[in-house]
């Protein structure tokens, strides 16, 4: 040991550090870093300079006990600086402050923050891992990930980030690196810690690059022993040594030195290379030509502390070359051995003032020569901003992996042939994974205790999604299939189409012995809320896959391999700030909803918006009634739209009718149904009756004439049990005579025209419209619009007479009727008219859930294009949406009501012209702008317990909260 301390007096001196143009710790203005350098090592004692070279460990959970232990290190053994570990960031702050009101020169503050503030600290944000952000192509991403990493740090005091970790993973069974690293390609890790580097370091945080020379080959961890690293130096130098080039190149701050055993560097057996001259000093400083930062791994760490007793091993260490001794375990025997080393001449004084010159031109560089303390306010809500959760969408968008994908199975298209369902494996929670599959398609959570019986239930589907799901607690967490998931796994894909997504890192295929009977198989990387919200939409081309591997993992998959194909131009889900919209200012959406809510204007509220085919927001207010045992409004609860059946039944089915050449504004009612051909009504042509300006009466209440002198059902018309005779059922426990159908349009038909033209509003032409399309397909309207529309669109949750699908639980009730059904109205259409049709009207009698009337809206919005199907002619949607008799002060478009022309109407004014959508009786409304690509859904019963009172019209309610969407827009 003597030899060596006696060589290592020879150690290079430089005279002036600020001569060196290498230096990544130069501050701008150099000369008054250089004056404040000389000066503060010039009145430090030899302790004083000692001390700067020690950065302890310090928690801000372990209490008044342990912040004074820490502060008498920095009062009597002027440590350097602190690296803080486990706690939070509000104590954090607070005891930062008092450990730099106590230290004579400021402190320079660390923190391991590899994928965030959230590897040490609670509340605070975590990016995801390096292995996730390893499978992104665009590296200005993982580049915008390092700036705001390094606000965060530097929000917090902190002045270094001990990353990237440059490690290239070439061992799959690494117990320490694995998902720390950004993968097995030297050059994708190059790139990757070079753009994480650039933007930390951009936003004032030094980088420091670790586990020199490379921790990415082992098969054990450093923290409980010493790992060897057996290459050749030829292999370590192309390999290994690569990324730390390119980032010392581009200014990198500061090196960390793990402890490894590597023979082909320190000929030493079984010698630490955090403690090898050869490694640190000949190769790191000289071979690379590092000038800045050298740390330590942690001296405490048993592949360092094992090596000698303590303090000796803080002195091998500085004699190796290092500048900074990370958590060494006693610190005045550390400081006492360097000292006694420097007054025996083993070190000298230029070697010391080499690496403590350097700790305070980093200090400099981070602006303690300014020190202010850190502001608590406001803390933690900036250390979990809006931008970041931003920023996280869509490193999983870009990240998220189709590694096979045979036949094409993704994106599911054909959703009306798709029978799906979702299998849940692994231990931890897969539930926003489903909840987001069921937003696009019907999904079914299938599960059993054996495999034969799951087997059975599976039968019955035709896709199987596959979701593996274990904890994303942190990036060490077992990510294997048990032996049981296997076998229940191979035989799920012998006997069904299955899609396999991997909610862990990629490495655990390799445990799949053959993929032979997998369809498809998806790496998301990790089960984070976002992981599984973005790859349930990239299932079902919501969004594009674009993620590549940056491992290989077995069965011919190959780092760089990644299936790429674009989104099918279905709804996703997201911030606002992603389409140019204000998270803060949606928020007051909330407060008009619960007002609404609590002035008893309606008993319920979903509302939904969505921008640039995104869905920025959609949340449930209120409950399905009054009554204090009622139901929370849920997404998946379904609403009477009222006259929004117009828009979302007959119209689609009239365009679609254009499209095939039977049908044009200009038809007349005559041609359409060859009863009219002696009518009053037989030159009214479809272009007039779907504006409303064909003189047609606004309503007829039809039901008046079924009812007794009472005003109660005539037995003559209604019953109470169905028969052939009596077969339409309007309500619970009463049905209506069949004939009576008949009668209806026959009034229609005979009824007296207006006496002049003009806009009147008239439910009329949808009773003709419904029965002219029943006619030419020979079908009803309900089984017509889920053939042709819902049933591929994925409008699940759309029906009509709602109580043949789904339970009454999940129907939201339209009133209490006491003047014609006399019952609470539940499960049946409100519409008196649409009742009389058995529940299916042209004008009324579809229930949905907001998400469902998105998705149409959607489709105008796209011109008729949705999913990857063309539903109708984009010039057909622009027909529909003109105002043809705006000159006659009429508004409204072709089905499609419009803004108004003056200051009263059904918008708030506030939408462009080209907008369009419609009202409904129970208090719904749908509207849509391809100007600012808005689409607006609010649904809720106000007509419940009573309609006769319309609050929410009055209070403005509907177009008062579609002002503050317009209102949130910012871009």
């Not at 010039?42 to 460990?57: D, H, P, S």
């Not at 600086?81 to 402190?107: C, H, T």
């Not at 002045?159 to 490690?167: S, T």
Request: proline share 4%; net charge negative.
């Amino acid at each position: 040991m003597h030899k060596i301390f006696c060589l290592l007096t020879s150690f290079l001196v430089f005279t002036s550090l600020f001569a060196q143009t290498s230096n990544p710790l130069l501050a701008t203005d150099v000369e008054a870093q250089q004056k404040w350098v000389d000066s503060l090592y010039n009145n430090m004692t030899l302790e004083e300079k000692v001390g700067q070279l020690f950065m302890v460990q310090a928690f801000s959970n372990q209490g008044l006990a342990h912040e004074n232990i820490i502060s008498q290190l920095i009062t009597k053994h002027h440590i350097g600086g602190i690296i803080f570990s486990k706690g939070d960031p509000v104590n954090q702050a607070r005891i930062n402050n008092i450990f730099q009101e106590a230290s004579k020169v400021p402190l320079l503050i660390g923190m391991d923050a590899e994928w965030g503030l959230s590897m040490r600290l609670d509340s605070t944000y975590a990016f995801p891992w390096n292995m996730t952000l390893g499978a992104i192509e665009d590296n200005e991403l993982i580049e915008q990930v390092g700036k705001q990493l390094g606000e965060h740090c530097k929000r917090l005091g902190v002045h270094f980030n001990f990353a990237p970790v440059v490690d290239i993973n070439t061992n799959p069974i690494n117990p320490i690196i694995g998902n720390r690293s950004f993968g097995e390609d030297r050059d994708n890790v190059t790139e990757k810690s070079l753009a994480l580097m650039k933007g930390m370091q951009k936003a004032g945080v030094l980088a420091n690059a670790k586990h020199f020379p490379g921790h990415g080959d082992t098969d054990s961890d450093s923290h409980k022993t010493l790992p060897s690293i057996n290459f050749d130096a030829k292999r370590i130098d192309s390999v290994e040594f690569y990324p730390y080039r390119k980032l010392i190149q581009e200014g990198l701050s500061s090196v960390m030195v793990a402890h490894l055993s590597v023979p082909a560097l320190e000929p030493r057996v079984g010698y630490p290379s955090s403690l090898s001259y050869p490694i640190v000093t000949e190769t790191l400083r000289h071979k690379l030509q590092f000038e800045g930062l050298i740390y330590t791994d942690a001296l405490n760490m048993k592949g360092a502390a094992n090596f000698g007793n303590n303090g000796d091993v803080d002195l091998a260490a500085f004699m190796a070359g290092n500048d900074v001794l990370l958590i060494p375990e006693d610190v005045s025997l550390g400081i006492s051995k360097i000292v006694e080393a420097y007054r025996e001449g083993l070190i000298t004084e230029g070697r010391l003032a080499y690496s403590v010159k350097k700790i305070l031109q980093a200090k400099y560089k981070v602006g303690l020569n300014n020190y202010k303390p850190i502001e608590t306010t406001h803390l933690v809500e900036d250390l979990n901003r809006i931008q970041d959760e931003t920023l996280s969408e869509v490193l999983f968008e870009n990240a998220i992996t189709v590694i096979k994908n045979k036949e094409e199975l993704l994106p599911i298209r054909k959703l009306e042939n798709k029978k799906i369902a979702y299998v849940k494996m692994g231990d931890d929670d897969g539930s926003t994974f489903f909840k987001e599959l069921q937003k696009y398609a019907k999904v079914h959570e299938v599960s059993d205790d054996n495999l034969d019986g799951l087997i059975n239930k599976l039968s019955g589907y035709n896709t199987v999604i596959v979701g593996f799901h274990r904890s994303n607690d942190n990036p060490w967490k077992d990510h294997k299939f048990s032996d049981k998931e296997l076998v229940w796994l191979y035989e799920i894909a012998r006997n069904n189409n299955v899609i396999l997504d991997i909610f862990v890192k990629p490495y655990a295929l390799l445990n799949l012995s053959t993929v032979e009977n997998f369809e498809s198989i998806v790496v998301s990387y990790q089960n984070s809320e976002v992981a599984q919200q973005k790859s349930a939409q990239l299932i079902f081309g919501a969004i594009p896959a674009k993620g590549t591997l940056p491992v290989s993992v077995g069965n011919g998959f190959h780092v760089g391999d990644g299936i790429n194909y674009a989104s099918l131009s279905r709804l996703n889900y997201g911030l606002p700030e992603r389409v140019g919209m204000s998270s803060e200012k949606l928020k007051k959406l909330d407060s008009v909803a619960q007002y609404a809510i609590d002035k008893k204007m309606t008993p319920g509220i979903q509302l939904l918006v969505a921008r640039k085919g995104k869905v920025v927001y959609n949340k449930n207010f209120g409950t399905h009634t009054y009554d204090k045992k009622s139901e929370p409004v849920a997404f998946d609860d379904i609403y009477d739209v009222a006259s929004l059946t117009k828009i979302l039944a007959t119209l689609p089915l009239l365009m679609e009718l254009e499209d095939k050449g039977e049908i044009n504004l200009d038809s007349k009612l005559s041609d359409l149904l060859p009863e009219y051909a002696n009518s009053n009504k037989k030159n009214i042509t479809l272009k007039k009756m779907l504006s409303h300006y064909a003189r047609l009466k606004p309503w007829i209440p039809f039901y008046y004439a079924t009812l007794d002198s009472t005003k109660h059902p005539d037995p003559k018309y209604y019953r109470k049990e169905p028969s052939k005779k009596f077969s339409v059922k309007v309500a619970n426990n009463l049905y209506m005579r069949k004939d009576y159908q008949d009668s209806i349009q026959k009034i229609i038909m005979d009824t007296d025209l207006l006496n002049r033209e003009r806009y009147r509003y008239s439910d009329l032409p949808y009773y003709i419209l419904k029965k002219y399309i029943e006619t030419y397909y020979d079908q009803t309207l309900d089984v017509l619009v889920q053939d042709h529309f819902y049933e591929s669109l994925g409008a699940n949750y759309t029906t009509y007479n709602p109580y043949v699908k789904f339970s009454g639980k999940k129907i939201v009730p339209t009133e209490v009727d006491d003047y014609y059904r006399y019952q609470e109205v539940h499960g049946y259409v409100h519409d008196m008219g649409a009742a009389m049709q058995d529940g299916v009207g042209g004008h009324a009698g579809v229930f949905s859930n907001a998400n469902d009337v998105a998705k149409i809206m959607q489709l105008f919005l796209q011109k008729g294009f949705y999913g990857g199907k063309r539903y109708f002619k984009p010039e057909t949607v622009d027909e529909y949406n003109t105002c043809y008799f705006c000159d006659e002060d009429n508004r409204r478009g072709i089905g499609f009501d419009k803004p108004q022309l003056g200051d009263v109407g059904p918008t708030c004014g506030c939408v462009s012209m080209a907008s369009f959508g419609h009202s409904g009786f129970t208090g719904t409304y749908a509207w849509a702008d391809p100007d600012e690509e808005i689409v607006y859904v609010f649904l809720a019963n106000r007509t419940y317990p009573k309609a006769d009172s319309n609050l929410l019209l009055k209070a403005n309610i509907r177009t008062d909260i579609q002002r503050l969407i317009y209102e949130a827009i910012i871009d």
